[in-house]
């Protein structure tokens, strides 16, 4: 393709496939594989305009739904015009990237006497970057998943089941049981997959826990469009120090589907080579399990969007369930999208899916999600008889939450807080970024802690059955100190 669009794209965040790699599309725009999203061409983008003309309404909610937020008609049609010149005349728009103007737009810089423990020259911190933001980044989005949102998605992998002859393991394998005085550690967190300074200092408080941390889930999201570049770079880097001494699982997500899910299985795959142990992932769900404790992660993505209907794998989740209910064990479930979310009245669609198992027959204790880019920790209530935990906000810059609205559930702990102190006046619409840490203990008991980007332990959890009883909260610490 031209190379003056290419070093456009790039400018813009497009992470390209190495050479070897590399196919071109019908499109003309380099690509790892034929189903791995492009990024728009001009074509394309001639035709995302036409139908937002004809459609505009449809074009509108799809972008809504994939952003999280409400974003204009005018707007959608400002960043149509200017991607189209830009396309056609790419030097042009390289020239004005590399404006003051444009780089300044966003904010002010750090305080000098800005800092923190973990603060490192190794990962700088730009908060004037406005990089995968809903809206101030719409340019970037539209680049970068117009064409799932033409298309509909793109080509996707064969599933992987846990029934097929090639896995012997039924996509089951072994957590380490606890003992007494070490207690298993499992690092939970959503989002991550933007390679942003947020998700790399989460990234580096994972690598700094070192041996302790056995565990380590992300609950999906590899942004923009799930691509093999976009893995590599914000996924498989960050975390590669991880892989000798922690089992990393990761799940599948709406963003991973925009490019079909061959870069995802493609990572699995590669965690498993050279010679890693640990890395044991062969599809995109799996259960952990020791006597005690069971990690049972879903794919909500790859049949449908925030949906678990596929009768194969409620089959296999329901035989997982119950056989970890029989033995008295703690089932712990986590999936990229969430049974409910803060500020809505209505339960998802995921949770109708799940209703007979998790609320029914009240199979699930604990569940995590990672599609809400909040942390929060919920209890259980009549209707939803399990605890559950928002931790999809490990990476992405999303506006920062706003306290009192209704709640499916009784909310315990609601990250406010802004990503920066308020006495750095620097972005204070902007959420704080942070993941959840898991202690499994020998007694039944579980730790949970969450922490901020910086190392901020923002809230602690304890949480423990009364005999046959249910999980509930025994004691919850939340930090009213500004971190």
């Known amino acids: 393709m031209d190379r003056k669009r290419m070093e456009f794209y790039t400018a813009l965040g497009y992470r390209a496939p190495s050479a070897a790699a590399t196919a071109q599309t019908a499109s003309g725009v380099a690509s790892a594989d034929v189903s791995e999203l492009p990024p728009l061409g001009p074509d394309d983008l001639g035709a995302l305009r036409e139908r937002f003309l004809r459609e505009p309404e449809e074009v509108l909610s799809l972008i809504r739904q994939d952003l999280g937020v409400s974003v204009s008609e005018g707007a959608l049609v400002h960043v149509l015009q200017e991607l189209e010149q830009s396309l056609s005349e790419p030097e042009a728009a390289l020239q004005s990237l590399r404006q003051p103007a444009f780089q300044a737009r966003a904010s002010v810089s750090l305080p000098p006497d800005f800092t923190f423990p973990l603060m490192t020259n190794e990962l700088p911190i730009d908060s004037s970057r406005t990089r995968f933001e809903p809206v101030a980044d719409l340019r970037g989005w539209l680049l970068f998943s117009g064409r799932a949102w033409l298309h509909g998605g793109w080509q996707r992998a064969e599933f992987r089941r846990h029934d097929d002859a090639h896995h012997a393991t039924r996509f089951r394998y072994e957590l380490r049981e606890p003992a007494p005085g070490r207690p298993v550690e499992v690092a939970l967190f959503g989002g991550f997959g933007t390679g942003e300074y947020p998700a790399r200092y989460v990234a580096r408080q994972l690598i700094m826990r070192g041996e302790r941390l056995e565990y380590a889930v992300h609950l999906g999201g590899v942004y923009y469009a799930g691509r093999r570049g976009e893995f590599d770079a914000h996924v498989a880097e960050p975390l590669e120090p991880l892989l000798s001494v ?43 399990a020791s006597e005690r404790f069971q990690l049972i992660g879903l794919d909500t993505a790859y049949f449908e969007p925030g949906r678990h209907q596929e009768p194969a794998l409620l089959g296999w989740l329901e035989s997982v369930l119950k056989e970890g209910r029989q033995r008295g064990a703690t089932n712990i479930l986590l999936s990229h999208d969430a049974p409910y979310r803060y500020g809505e009245a209505r339960h998802a669609g995921l949770l109708e ?118 999980l509930t909260y025994r004691h919850l610490e939340t930090s009213e100190t500004e971190p």
Request: aromatic share 10%.
């Open 246 to 288: 922690t089992t990393l699982m990761t799940l599948n997500a709406g963003p991973e589907m925009r490019s079909g899910g061959t870069p995802f299985y493609r990572y699995l795959d590669e965690r498993r080579g050279a010679s890693r142990a640990k890395q044991v992932q062969e599809g995109s769900y799996f259960c952990l």
């Open 353 to 470: 899916d799940l209703r007979e198992l998790a609320v029914e027959r009240g199979q699930v204790d604990l569940w995590f999600w990672g599609a809400t880019p909040y942390g929060a920790l919920f209890d259980r209530s009549a209707a939803l008889p399990f605890l559950g935990g928002s931790l999809g906000h490990a990476g992405l810059p999303v506006r920062a939450v706003t306290p009192g609205l209704k709640s499916p559930a009784p909310v315990r702990f609601l990250e406010t807080h802004a990503r920066f102190p308020v006495w750095t006046d620097l972005r204070p619409e902007l959420g704080n970024n942070g993941y959840g840490s898991l202690l499994l203990h020998e007694d039944g008991t579980l730790g949970l802690q969450l922490l901020d980007w910086r190392g901020n332990v923002r809230c602690t959890a304890q949480l423990a059955r009364e005999g046959d009883g249910p």
